[in-house]
């Protein structure tokens, strides 16, 4: 079965400082992957995925991820955190049901 | 229209009540879902919907109806729910069920508040 662990439930940064939420998958083969964002009270939405090709990809808000299948990681980096990027983030693989528990992330004036 | 639009925003029921939550999308997308979400949780599966069909049932209460009366339209019906069922809940849509790489489109969600 397919699984995804992210790592810290809570990360902390000062606005301008890099953010980086863990991702790691679990598949016996290379699956598709999605990081999604939910601010409070709204629904989650797409920040980027990765299905086959290039495995930089570049999402919206100028978050990005890199698929590393010898890490089996899909890490979702920022390079300067704004105010705005505080919020939850969940990675997710491809069955729409399975989940990260999610990484709540702070960000400091 | 990339929106997934979901009445009422909030919603107070008590125990006895009857409620329907709605959903509607006009992307042309054959999968829709209901997801159940608790604070500080991801969201939990409850219900998929492919071609208009009930696909998927992760072992709801029977409590909670779903229904797709079109490929636009979702609702969810509540009946004699119990104060832990309380939570966010979130319609999504997706191009269909079983393709891997497409995404999920979420509603903002309903907030329901069991008494």
């Known amino acids: 079965a397919q699984s995804v662990t992210q790592l810290g439930s809570h990360v902390s940064v000062s606005e301008g400082a890099l953010v980086l939420l863990r991702c790691n998958y679990s598949?016996?083969?290379?699956?598709?992957l999605f990081w999604y964002v939910q601010y409070p009270n709204q629904g989650l939405q797409l920040l980027l995925k990765?299905?086959?090709?290039?495995?930089l990809v570049k999402g919206i808000n100028g978050f990005e991820a890199e698929f590393k299948k010898s890490e089996t990681s899909f890490h979702l980096t920022k390079p300067s955190a704004h105010m705005s990027d505080a919020a939850e983030y969940f990675c997710?693989?491809?069955?729409?049901?399975?989940f990260g528990d999610g990484t709540t992330l702070t960000v400091k004036p | 229209d990339t929106e997934v639009t979901q009445t009422p925003k909030h919603l107070v029921m008590g125990m006895t009540n009857k409620k329907s939550l709605k959903c509607e999308q006009h992307?042309?997308?054959?999968?829709m879902y209901w997801y159940k979400q608790k604070a500080k949780k991801p969201p939990e599966l409850m219900f998929v919907?492919?071609?208009?069909?009930?696909?998927i049932n992760e072992s709801v209460p029977s409590r909670f109806s779903p229904e797709c009366p079109n490929s636009s339209l979702l609702n969810l019906h509540l009946h004699a729910l119990q104060p832990e069922d309380s939570a966010l809940y979130l319609c999504?849509?997706?191009?269909?069920?079983?393709?891997?790489?497409?995404?999920?489109?979420f509603g903002q969600g309903t907030r329901l508040t069991v008494v």
């Open positions: 999504a849509s997706s191009q269909d069920w079983l393709g891997g790489n497409t995404e999920a489109f």
């Open positions: 598949s016996s083969v290379p699956p598709y």
């Open positions: 990765y299905t086959t090709g290039a495995t």
């Open positions: 997710a693989v491809e069955s729409k049901s399975t």
């Open positions: 992307m042309g997308h054959r999968a």
């Open positions: 919907y492919s071609y208009e069909k009930l696909s």
